[in-house]
């Protein structure tokens, strides 16, 4: 089931976040770390009700985040559709202990329902460079990567921004 997620589910999704670093970190991947994801970033995504998460029997197994802001590091690259009407995804994070059992892509099809349903030109994304899996997950369900974008306290590497349209 997947539901709206409230600042009561904060706590639960920094469990899963710290646990999907951790898992990154080990493969490499540093994606994540103690700067982000955090507390403040899924406290406004519940106070503006952008957060989803994942329940599976009784417990949040994952998170997702379906916005409408734009943030600024997106304003250089070069949309496949306008910057007016479009759904933005952010710290999709499914426990390592439930990844490969399709429960990432039953978040980002939910997101992409809404964003359907809402008739939303487009999903709009970002995903790290050094995550190749992340990349071929999204490559797969038809997303076109169209430029990098930097977070300097999270990497020094660039991140992947991709667009789905339909």
Not at 36 to 54: C, G, H, I, R, T
């Amino acid at each position: 089931m997947i539901r709206k997620g409230t600042s009561n589910d904060i706590d639960s999704i920094l469990e899963i976040t710290k646990a999907c670093a951790a898992y990154m970190i080990g493969k490499n991947i540093f994606q994540w770390n103690e700067f982000y994801p955090n507390k403040q970033a899924f406290l406004k995504d519940a106070e503006s009700e952008a957060l989803y998460v994942l329940i599976i029997e009784n417990k949040i197994i994952g998170c997702i985040t379906i916005s409408t802001f734009m943030d600024k590091e997106y304003i250089p690259i070069n949309w496949l559709t306008p910057n007016e009407n479009n759904i933005y995804i952010h710290r999709l994070a499914v426990h390592p202990d439930f990844q490969g059992k399709g429960y990432a892509q039953q978040l980002i099809t939910f997101a992409e329902a809404y964003a359907k349903d809402n008739q939303f030109t487009s999903v709009r994304l970002d995903t790290f460079s050094q995550n190749k899996r992340n990349q071929k997950f999204y490559e797969l369900r038809g997303y076109q990567k169209l430029g990098d974008i930097f977070f300097p306290k999270q990497s020094k590497h660039p991140f992947h921004c991709y667009e789905l349209v339909w």
